[in-house]
């Protein structure tokens, strides 16, 4: 304070040393200022803001707090936020899915079994069987067969119980053609097994035992690996004798890599970075998150992640609606982080949690100087304590030119993820830009407008994910938490399960916001919930007329989408309860009630009423 400043030197994007400040808790005061980059010169090396202390140390609160007449300036490297798939990555990697084929399961006949297989995307294209100890018809036909498969293909070949007698000469030197050494001393019962591609014998592999008896002979097995677009995948094939014939087939992805192809353009993105791509079925606990491999081959609009894909992620537009799934960028080079402990310790509700939710939080408050957040991290920040967020600002007013801000106060490119209360908390405050912010993995409502009074903000273009149920409001918890949870109502109310159940990735909570391309991929309950206070609440008791956020008419709604949340995507109705508990009324202070929008000019319901326009909204599962 008092000009007092805190400038993080910066050692450029090539040095391996990370400037780290770890403190108890930090305060900005009347100008104190504290930078790490500029607007006009984001930071380029590594920086890391920690802070420390558990809950039951009452010489701390873990706070980064900016009083009035403080400056708050970072900005790290400009990054994509987040993008889209424009091509479905299936589960285990594979385009068209992974594929496994057993004789026993099918219960195959003896002879010679093929399969052809899609060079480019891994996917069995035909499956046949040659009685070639049988008859020497079935062998001819397995010559045709071979002969009418289109060069570059890949093709297996396996034989199953017995498959020389009749094997003439014709398939036999077809077989050798496509690069067959064994093919010739292929004798009774032999397990045989090969893998090649049509047109290219120096790609053949192959193995064959002889046979000795139906019971000790052994196994054949071969791996042929395939390089294609996404990256490489194996064929295995086996053919045994062990106490009956069998052959199996299996095609799957090679290793830990995979190359996604992204609407945008990702070279901003690195190598080591860590995303995370959104759920696009009804769970939203299949987002998954990879970290970025080094990747030469990719285009712009390609990155290679490591690791198996359990899920598949859909990357198409459908029936022309974009039911195309997100990717967010998880790591920035400047990363604010709570130091926590190992588990759940003393009152941090471990009934619910196991793990320690008492981390770090960004709290900005009135006549502040400037605040202007760009391309930071938040991690393992927020607490399930009221007023303790990863980015909130606190009764601070109008923050834009309202407010007399020559430059408006923004956050922008911020990755919230794996924290302990909301992500971004707009509370009594106008005005505020919130644009290209990822928000996953966190509790409570996630992008949350809270008394019912604020106005002006601006949410565009940010992505919200994994909203999970937290403690702190009726609306945050989920049913456990909404029936165990009985300090706050009057007498032995119980609560049912509709006092809560509104867990929410944007939760709005007066109309006259703004909310476009905004992405809500998955929520214990809800994507976006307008909800109504029937009188702003909380220390904003009082500052407009009662009923005027049912009836002032709707900020613009444009291009946002909603999918994979437990309940609804879109909800526009409903309040919360904006009295204290009693005997007539036990459930607890905010607890989700009724509520009717009514939208009129001026919230006067003398005036015209004023439609409210939903804007290409795309909701699905």
Sequence with gaps: KNGGKVVFADLGPTSDVEMVLRSREIVVGTDGEFHIGSESCPYQGKATVSLYGRKDDQKNTKQFLVMSGGTLEIHGK??????????????????????????????????????????????????????????????RSLATFIDQIPSGRIVTLQSQDEASRNLEDTAREKIRALGSSEVDALGFRDPWVFVGVKGDPSAAV?????????????????TGSFNAFFGSFDITVTSEWLGSARCTLSVDRAGNEYIINLKDDVTSWEAGDHIVLASTDYNMEQAEEFQLLPCAECSRNQVKISGQVKYTHFGEISDEVDLRGEVGLLTRNIRFQGEVQ??????????????????????????FKNVHLSGIEFTRMGQQVLGAYPVHFHLAGDVDEVGGYTRPTYVRELSIHHCF??????????????????????????????????????????????????????????????????????????????????????????????????????????????????EPTGPSEGALPRLHAERTPLGRFYNNRAHSNGVDGLMIDDGVKTTQPSANAPEEYLSRTGARYKPHQNADLLQPRVPAMIEGLISFK
């Design 78 to 139: 400009p990054k994509l936020a987040w993008t889209q798939l424009t091509q479905t990555v299936p589960a285990g990697g594979m385009p068209k899915g992974a594929y496994g084929w057993d004789s026993k399961i099918s219960r195959s006949a003896r002879g010679i079994h093929v399969h052809v297989i899609d060079e480019i995307s891994g996917a069995v294209l035909e499956w046949d069987k040659f009685d070639t100890h049988g008859s020497s018809g079935n062998s």
């Design 206 to 222: 192959e193995r064959r035992i002889p046979y000795v008896d139906s019971q000790t002979t052994g196994t054949a097995a071969i």
């Design 342 to 367: 190992d588990s759940c310790y003393g009152d941090n509700y471990c009934q619910f949690f196991d793990y320690d939710t008492y981390g770090g939080h960004v709290k900005i408050l009135q006549r």
């Design 421 to 534: 209360s909301r992500c971004v908390t707009i509370h009594g405050t106008h005005g505020l830009l919130v644009q290209d912010t990822v928000g996953y993995d966190t509790l409570g409502h996630c992008y949350f407008i809270e008394d019912g009074v604020e106005q002006r903000n601006v949410l565009d273009h940010n992505l919200g994910l994994v909203t999970r149920a937290g403690t702190l409001l009726p609306t945050d918890r989920d049913d456990n938490m909404c029936r165990s949870m009985r300090d706050a109502v009057y007498g032995d109310y119980v609560p049912s399960t509709s006092d809560c159940r509104a867990v929410t990735t944007f939760w709005i909570a007066h109309p006259n916001n703004v909310l476009t391309n905004n992405a809500a991929a998955g929520s214990l309950h809800t994507g976006i919930w307008y909800i109504f206070h029937r």
